[in-house]
């Protein structure tokens, strides 16, 4: 009996400890979001990759449009910094980024507490990334 408790024992640990390496896997990873909204550095983005579309909710609701996948987030005055060199407005653009443990402010940076106008309640703070494949 004590042979089988060790056991399950091992194998939860196991399991949890594989958890936590998926999870700490994902954030290293890159994905694809398209920008549907944003205001003031506040955006609304849909997940592009099938792997991650686990991480949205489904049924914002946009310009009469549904969409599926979706988060909220802010973008770093130097990911806005970037962007802005990409295109002018930043609807409907495709970007590479990886999810953060937390976001990442830069004291430097003022901007407007304008946010995007019934935005999902899912939050995910994300940064831009370059060297995707």
Same mark, same amino acid.
């Given at each position: 009996?004590?042979?089988?408790?060790?056991?399950?024992?091992? =194998?939860? !640990?196991?399991?949890?400890?594989? =958890?936590?390496? !998926?999870?700490?896997?994902?954030?290293?990873? $890159?994905?694809?979001?398209?920008?549907? *909204?944003?205001? =003031?550095?506040? %955006?609304?983005?849909? &997940?592009?990759?099938?792997?991650?579309?686990?991480?949205?909710?489904?049924?914002?609701?946009? *310009?009469?449009?549904?969409?599926?996948?979706?988060?909220? !987030?802010?973008?770093? $005055?130097?990911? +806005?910094? #970037?962007?802005? !060199?990409?295109?002018?407005? +930043?609807?409907?653009?495709?970007?590479?980024?990886?999810?953060?443990?937390?976001?990442?402010? *830069? @004291?430097? =940076?003022?901007? /407007?507490?304008?946010?995007? @106008?019934? %935005? @999902?309640?899912?939050?995910? @703070? &994300? #940064?831009?990334?370059?060297? /995707?494949?």
């Amino acid at each position: 009996m004590k042979k089988i408790i060790l056991s399950a024992l091992t =194998c939860l !640990t196991l399991i949890l400890s594989g =958890c936590d390496k !998926t999870e700490e896997e994902l954030l290293q990873q $890159c994905f694809k979001v398209k920008i549907l *909204d944003e205001v =003031c550095g506040t %955006a609304v983005v849909q &997940i592009q990759d099938e792997a991650y579309f686990k991480y949205g909710v489904n049924g914002y609701q946009l *310009d009469g449009v549904t969409y599926d996948h979706v988060f909220s !987030t802010e973008l770093s $005055c130097a990911d +806005l910094t #970037k962007f802005q !060199t990409l295109a002018a407005s +930043l609807r409907g653009l495709v970007v590479d980024v990886k999810m953060l443990k937390q976001m990442e402010y *830069d @004291p430097a =940076c003022t901007r /407007c507490a304008a946010i995007v @106008p019934n %935005a @999902p309640a899912k939050w995910i @703070p &994300i #940064k831009f990334s370059e060297n /995707c494949n």
